[in-house]
């Protein structure tokens, strides 16, 4: 066989070609994707060409597309959708089956994508934006992916109306007829197309009238609107579609304005002398450019030009306060908050008649005698007569008596006569017209002359003051009887035992006719009283008699004597004051006692000149005076005498006691005094006992001194005690108080007892004790401490609040002397005797300073005892291991040596080969077993001239060598690799070979065998296959 010929045809196509080879392997390049091929093979000799193969299919692997989607269209456009349509890539560009399409759509207003996905070349987008340009490219896609994209196809749906209103619509009220309205364009995204007009929808609430305004921009200057109306303003903007949706209704409201016209109808009613009921109507709708809040009426007087302004908040006024008889010119405007709008025409209204507003003025009296005088005076004001005065009326009144009278006049001048002398006559004076009389002037008062009293003063009585002092009281004579002003009071007095006269002059006062007279006591008087004008004294009243009544003495009694009887008790006495001092009968003596001490008063009565004083206080100052009443009251009490009440014994016992602590053994006991109240005499001493509870002994200690403290010793820790202290006068001993307190903790006067220890084993012992004496524990006990001391003298403490305790941290072999103490809050107690163990034997530790040394053919070691024995030392074992080389079984062979020495031994000496490093350990025993090794290691040295590998010179040569190695190991991977990456770079191709499998790399090998071909999948296996092969194609590296 010289060549072999190879057929190969594609069934998409129909192509064939042929190759030819001398191997039996050919590798085809430049093969399509997704390509049935068929392939034979023929032999040839250097005769010619044998028969030709069953046929091979062999299938390519399919690809992404080459190239894109051809004859991109849209139709079907409207403002939300469009159909999309377009031709796949050319058949030779599809490099396998079509399965879908994807369709990349960028919306070019936003930058917005989105990916759609078609199974045919048609695809109808919905839904979309209006006036929106959608940027479209396509790609083919296979199983193996999708190729590239199409050129861009653009496409604009169709406008459409609005989908918004505009934003930011806003109305500012700019006067009372403008307005100025802005707005913003519908956002974009709902523009739906160029905006081309705004529509402004507006209405009046007031009347109903709606209108429309269209403008191209975004904002309007409105000015021909009406004061004070509501108006509704919304807008909607405009494509060529159409109209969008219009905006939330935005309401204002126009300001107000003045009126345009003035109130109509301007008329009067009621009208009366001094007022009058203006009506009118409001001005017309139109005209009042807001709300009317108030009406301005401007009145005018026409007699005298007085000028003045009324207002109203309602279409009618009552006008008062005008004055009769006058003309009144009035014009009327309405106002809203802004301002008054223009005045009406002019409108008169006339009051009528009335009385006159003011009386006649300047009443005066001339002529005065004490019966008569003559009256004068002017009419009234002009302008308060309010028509024509017909007459004069003058009220008079006599001040004096009430009596009332009434004089008329025609004209201003009157003489009256028959008046009473020294009478205050008050005149008011009033004019009458012809409708009425009018009010009355102030009062003026003209008073007659004065005349001598006709009569006494009357009612002449008196007021007890006290028994040497009354108030003597009158009334004036009969007002009539006076004639005058009463100037002074005479009044008379004569003392009946003695005869005895006196007078004195009072002056005259309207408000109090009464004069205080000093008398003597129990004395009998007759009185008399008359009354003076400026022209002399008037006849005096009838006599009154009066007798006055007892008074208090004037002297204390005398002679005030006070003798002491006991601790309660004192005598008292005296005799009366004199006989001109008395002011009446003696009735009774007050005695009144002030404890010095205390301030403490009391008194007591007595008919008799002497009194007993009883249950005083002993030992008490008090204070004593005496005074003497009559029927009326006490006199003045006698200078104080000074007695004092003997002592006592107390009748309280001492206060504030209070114990404190100086140690538990020690305290101080301190009180204070009795109250003072209850000492009853001189503390001369104090009785102090102190008694521990349920014991019946008591110690009592009294103290020659004031003293109000006592410090105890050698009490009892920890224990009840009750300590009692009474006080001691001269007389005796007072009561007992007392105060039970605990001593203090203190720490242990003893230590527990029945201690007892168990060695439970080498290391741990158990140790146990009974509680200290409890009359002993002086507190209580909060904790127990052990004492662990080695025979070394070092010791170990631990504490515990039980009576027992296991110990698991001794030393084995060791003597221990173990001791307990107890301790309360106050401190620890001594220690119990102490108890001697010793712990059992224990293997040892491992032996000390273990040292190996070379001493030519053989090596020494040495060893010291170990740092605890823990027990009686029997042996030391040594153990080493000798090297052997054993060729047989190859390698180096050790065999162990052990050597057992006594106690005593400390080293031991062995032969040894030279170049080699022995391990050696060492350890002791007792009798309970071996302890713990101690190991060393010693190298043999060769003898001076012998080279070996351990020497410098042959680690040298062993290095030189192993160098040369790793060069060479490294020179061959390098060589490797570079063949490796030659290989990779090779094109991808389908290879037949007949040796080898099917391999992967992006090569098909097949293999001749049996007339079949053999394919090897990745793995390496080989299977015998006629159908079609599908090969993955790799890229090249």
């Given at each position: 066989i010289i060549s072999y010929t190879i057929s190969v045809s594609v069934q998409e196509t129909g192509e064939s070609f042929t190759y030819t080879t001398s191997d039996t392997t050919y590798s085809f390049t430049a093969l399509k994707p997704y390509r049935t091929y068929d392939i034979t093979i023929a032999a040839s000799t250097s005769i010619g060409t044998g028969p030709f193969s069953s046929s091979y299919v062999l299938v390519t692997l399919e690809e992404a597309p080459s190239s894109a989607p051809v004859n991109v269209s849209s139709s079907m456009i409207t403002s939300t959708s469009f159909v999309l349509s377009w031709d796949p890539p050319a058949y030779e560009d599809q490099n396998g089956e079509i399965i879908h399409y994807v369709i990349d759509v960028m919306v070019q207003e936003t930058g917005a994508h989105f990916l759609l996905q078609a199974n045919t070349s048609l695809l109808n987008l919905d839904n979309l934006a209006p006036y929106r340009t959608y940027v479209c490219v396509i790609a083919a896609a296979t199983s193996a992916g999708s190729g590239p994209f199409s050129d861009t196809h653009t496409v604009q749906t169709l406008e459409d109306v609005p989908a918004g209103s505009p934003l930011n619509f806003s109305v500012s009220v700019t006067s009372s007829t403008s307005a100025y309205l802005t707005w913003s364009p519908p956002s974009y995204e709902k523009q739906n197309g160029e905006i081309l007009e705004y529509v402004i929808s507006a209405s009046v609430l007031e009347t109903g009238e709606d209108f429309d305004l269209t403008v191209t921009w975004e904002s309007l200057d409105l000015m021909t609107l009406d004061p004070y109306r509501s108006y509704l303003f919304s807008i909607a903007a405009a494509t060529s579609v159409g109209l969008g949706p219009y905006t939330t209704v935005v309401s204002v409201k126009t300001p107000e304005d003045v009126p345009y016209e003035?109130?109509?109808?301007?008329?009067?009613?009621?009208?009366?002398?001094?007022?009058?009921?203006?009506?009118?109507?409001?001005?017309?709708?139109?005209?009042?450019?807001?709300?009317?809040?108030?009406?301005?009426?401007?009145?005018?007087?026409?007699?005298?030009?007085?000028?003045?302004?009324?207002?109203?908040?309602?279409?009618?006024?009552?006008?008062?306060?005008?004055?009769?008889?006058?003309?009144?010119?009035?014009?009327?405007?309405?106002?809203?908050?802004?301002?008054?709008?223009?005045?009406?025409?002019?409108?008169?209204?006339?009051?009528?008649?009335?009385?006159?507003?003011?009386?006649?003025?300047?009443?005066?009296?001339?002529?005065?005698?004490?019966?008569?005088?003559?009256?004068?005076?002017?009419?009234?004001?002009?302008?308060?007569?309010?028509?024509?005065?017909?007459?004069?009326?003058?009220?008079?009144?006599?001040?004096?008596?009430?009596?009332?009278?009434?004089?008329?006049?025609?004209?201003?001048?009157?003489?009256?006569?028959?008046?009473?002398?020294?009478?205050?006559?008050?005149?008011?004076?009033?004019?009458?017209?012809?409708?009425?009389?009018?009010?009355?002037?102030?009062?003026?008062?003209?008073?007659?002359?004065?005349?001598?009293?006709?009569?006494?003063?009357?009612?002449?009585?008196?007021?007890?003051?006290?028994?040497?002092?009354?108030?003597?009281?009158?009334?004036?004579?009969?007002?009539?009887?006076?004639?005058?002003?009463?100037?002074?009071?005479?009044?008379?007095?004569?003392?009946?035992?003695?005869?005895?006269?006196?007078?004195?002059?009072?002056?005259?006062?309207?408000?109090?006719?009464?004069?205080?007279?000093?008398?003597?006591?129990?004395?009998?008087?007759?009185?008399?009283?008359?009354?003076?004008?400026?022209?002399?004294?008037?006849?005096?009243?009838?006599?009154?008699?009066?007798?006055?009544?007892?008074?208090?003495?004037?002297?204390?009694?005398?002679?005030?004597?006070?003798?002491?009887?006991?601790?309660?008790?004192?005598?008292?006495?005296?005799?009366?004051?004199?006989?001109?001092?008395?002011?009446?009968?003696?009735?009774?003596?007050?005695?009144?006692?002030?404890?010095?001490?205390?301030?403490?008063?009391?008194?007591?009565?007595?008919?008799?000149?002497?009194?007993?004083?009883?249950?005083?206080?002993?030992?008490?100052?008090?204070?004593?005076?005496?005074?003497?009443?009559?029927?009326?009251?006490?006199?003045?009490?006698?200078?104080?005498?000074?007695?004092?009440?003997?002592?006592?014994?107390?009748?309280?016992?001492?206060?504030?006691?209070?114990?404190?602590?100086?140690?538990?053994?020690?305290?101080?006991?301190?009180?204070?005094?009795?109250?003072?109240?209850?000492?009853?005499?001189?503390?001369?001493?104090?009785?102090?006992?102190v008694e521990l509870t349920g014991a019946p002994d008591t110690l009592m200690i009294q103290l020659e001194t004031a003293g109000e403290s006592i410090t105890f010793n050698d009490l009892k820790p920890y224990t009840n005690h009750t300590f009692s202290v009474a006080a001691w006068t001269s007389i005796g001993i007072g009561p007992f108080d007392n105060i039970t307190v605990v001593t203090p903790q203190s720490s242990p006067s003893a230590p527990p007892t029945n201690l007892t220890v168990n060695v439970t084993s080498s290391q741990s012992a158990f140790i146990a004790w009974d509680l200290v004496p409890l009359d002993q524990q002086n507190g209580i006990i909060v904790s127990y401490t052990v004492s662990l001391t080695r025979s070394s003298g070092s010791s170990q403490l631990i504490e515990t609040t039980e009576t027992s305790l296991s110990v698991a941290s001794l030393l084995p072999y060791e003597t221990y002397l173990i001791g307990v103490r107890a301790a309360t809050i106050a401190g620890e107690g001594p220690y119990t005797d102490p108890v001697a163990i010793t712990t059992p034997e224990d293997v040892p530790e491992a032996p000390q300073n273990v040292i190996a040394e070379d001493t030519g053919s053989s090596f020494r070691v040495s060893w010291g005892p170990p740092e605890r024995a823990n027990g009686i030392l029997l042996n030391y074992e040594v153990m080493y291991s000798i090297p052997n080389i054993n060729v047989v079984q190859g390698g180096m062979q050790y065999e162990d040596v052990t050597v057992v020495l006594p106690a005593e031994n400390t080293s031991l000496t062995a032969d040894a080969e030279p170049g080699l490093t022995y391990t050696i350990s060492v350890r002791c025993s007792t009798k309970i077993g071996y302890g713990h090794s101690a190991g060393v290691d010693v190298f043999i040295a060769y003898p001076p001239g012998t080279i070996n590998i351990d020497s410098p010179e042959g680690i040298a040569s062993l290095t030189v060598a192993l160098i040369v190695l790793v060069v060479i190991v490294l020179v061959s991977v390098v060589l490797i690799a570079f063949y490796c990456v030659y290989k990779k770079r090779r094109s991808k191709k389908y290879v037949f070979n007949k040796d080898s499998g099917f391999i992967s790399g992006g090569e098909a090998t097949l293999t001749f065998k049996n007339d079949s071909f053999v394919q090897s999948d990745v793995e390496g296996g080989l299977t015998e296959s006629t159908k079609p092969i599908i090969a993955n194609e790799e890229s090249e590296m």
């Open positions: 003035p109130p109509l109808n301007l008329s009067a009613s009621d009208v009366a002398s001094k007022s009058a009921v203006l009506n009118w109507k409001p001005p017309p709708i139109n005209s009042q450019n807001g709300e009317i809040i108030l009406y301005a009426i401007n009145v005018t007087v026409q007699e005298t030009g007085e000028r003045f302004q009324l207002t109203s908040t309602t279409t009618n006024l009552k006008v008062n306060g005008l004055k009769p008889f006058r003309t009144y010119v009035c014009i009327i405007a309405a106002e809203t908050s802004v301002g008054r709008g223009p005045f009406s025409p002019t409108f008169e209204v006339k009051t009528l008649e009335d009385i006159p507003d003011e009386p006649p003025v300047n009443l005066t009296a001339t002529s005065i005698t004490s019966t008569s005088f003559d009256l004068s005076w002017d009419p009234p004001p002009y302008e308060s007569q309010n028509g024509e005065i017909v007459l004069y009326v003058i009220n008079v009144t006599v001040l004096e008596t009430g009596e009332r009278l009434q004089w008329t006049a025609t004209n201003t001048t009157l003489e009256v006569t028959g008046l009473k002398p020294f009478r205050t006559y008050a005149c008011r004076l009033a004019a009458s017209t012809s409708v009425g009389l009018g009010s009355f002037g102030p009062e003026v008062a003209f008073q007659t002359l004065e005349d001598v009293p006709s009569g006494p003063p009357t009612n002449v009585r008196y007021i007890e003051i006290s028994p040497t002092a009354i108030v003597l009281l009158w009334d004036p004579p009969a007002y009539e009887e006076q004639n005058g002003k009463i100037a002074n009071y005479v009044v008379k007095v004569i003392n009946n035992q003695t005869g005895e006269t006196s007078q004195m002059m009072i002056p005259g006062n309207p408000e109090l006719e009464s004069v205080s007279i000093g008398l003597k006591p129990y004395r009998t008087y007759t009185i008399m009283v008359a009354a003076a004008t400026q022209v002399d004294i008037g006849p005096f009243s009838d006599p009154i008699i009066i007798t006055t009544p007892e008074e208090c003495p004037n002297a204390p009694p005398r002679s005030l004597n006070a003798v002491v009887l006991s601790s309660t008790s004192i005598d008292v006495s005296w005799v009366p004051p004199n006989d001109e001092n008395h002011n009446g009968v003696i009735i009774h003596y007050t005695i009144s006692v002030t404890v010095q001490e205390t301030g403490d008063s009391f008194q007591h009565q007595t008919d008799d000149l002497k009194f007993q004083l009883t249950d005083l206080r002993p030992y008490r100052t008090h204070l004593i005076s005496v005074g003497a009443s009559t029927s009326v009251c006490p006199g003045p009490f006698s200078s104080e005498i000074s007695a004092k009440t003997l002592e006592d014994v107390p009748d309280a016992p001492p206060t504030s006691l209070e114990i404190v602590p100086l140690s538990p053994n020690v305290i101080v006991f301190t009180w204070n005094p009795p109250p003072y109240e209850n000492q009853n005499g001189k503390i001369i001493l104090y009785n102090v006992s």
